[in-house]
């Protein structure tokens, strides 16, 4: 074991594991490219749903339930099976990630807008507000810390999956890990675990401190 460490630490720090088209740092950008993107998609389409459904209480059934399958969905089997409707193209990859993130969003965005105290809403309509202003006003700023910590969860998990893209022979982090098996390199498997366990917790850690940030001296809403 200690000699694998060993072996581990040369190959993370190694200036040509960092060079070259090869390279942690190619790999990387690639890893944080896939995963922001989907999860950019997956917010653009998971947080009207969220916001909707929590403000009107409609559908919300229907939503979850539908959010909770793409949760069930296999990844590596989606992957393959858009892989063959759609050929040789990054849109399998970026489909199963984003039908990853997409549950997390929504669960997190409708029970945020939820768990608003009715008498708030109330109070803001008492007030003149209408629909649109409570949901802008009252409802959102209230709901944000749950809003963003699905955002969070989401970014995590595509971060740790996205190393699937590797398994239809694009790039990131998760080449190290495929090629590191099929040549048996059990040094080139773990650096690639580290390393995507590195980045997950690096982004979570960012996004937990932006989160708190954010919140910590946040005014009451209008009530």
């Given at each position: 074991m200690g000699e694998l460490l060993k072996d581990l630490g040369?190959?993370?720090t190694s200036q040509e594991q960092w060079s070259g088209s090869d390279g942690i740092a190619n790999r990387l950008g690639e890893h944080l490219e896939y995963s922001l993107i989907a999860t950019a998609v997956a917010a653009v389409i998971a947080l009207p749903i969220g916001l909707l459904?929590?403000?009107?209480?409609?559908?919300?059934f229907l939503a979850i339930n539908l959010a909770s399958f793409g949760r069930a969905l296999p990844t590596v089997g989606l992957i393959v099976l858009v892989f063959?409707?759609?050929?040789?193209?990054?849109?399998?990859?970026?489909?199963?990630?984003?039908?990853?993130?997409?549950?997390?969003?929504?669960?997190?965005?409708?029970?945020?807008?939820?768990?608003?105290?009715?008498?708030?809403?109330?109070?803001?309509?008492?007030?003149?507000?209408?629909?649109?202003?409570?949901?802008?006003?009252?409802?959102?700023?209230?709901?944000?810390?749950?809003?963003?910590?699905?955002?969070r969860l989401a970014l995590i998990q595509v971060v740790?999956?996205?190393?699937?893209?590797?398994?239809?022979?694009?790039?990131?982090?998760?080449?190290?890990?495929?090629?590191?098996?099929?040549?048996?390199?059990?040094?080139?498997?773990?650096?690639?675990?580290?390393?995507?366990?590195?980045?997950?917790?690096?982004?979570?850690?960012l996004l937990a401190a932006l989160q708190r940030a954010l919140f910590r001296n946040r005014p009451a809403p209008i009530a």
């Open positions: 040369t190959w993370l459904i929590g403000h009107t209480g409609r559908g919300a063959l409707a759609s050929g040789l193209s990054m849109t399998p990859v970026y489909v199963s990630l984003v039908a990853l993130a997409v549950p997390s969003v929504v669960t997190n965005t409708y029970a945020g807008m939820r768990a608003v105290d009715p008498d708030t809403r109330d109070a803001a309509r008492g007030q003149g507000m209408r629909a649109h202003q409570v949901l802008l006003r009252v409802e959102i700023p209230l709901a944000l810390p749950l809003i963003m910590t699905g955002l740790a999956t996205a190393t699937i893209a590797a398994y239809v022979s694009f790039g990131g982090l998760g080449r190290y890990v495929f090629d590191g098996l099929a040549q048996r390199d059990l040094v080139q498997v773990l650096g690639g675990a580290v390393l995507v366990a590195a980045v997950a917790l690096v982004l979570d850690l």
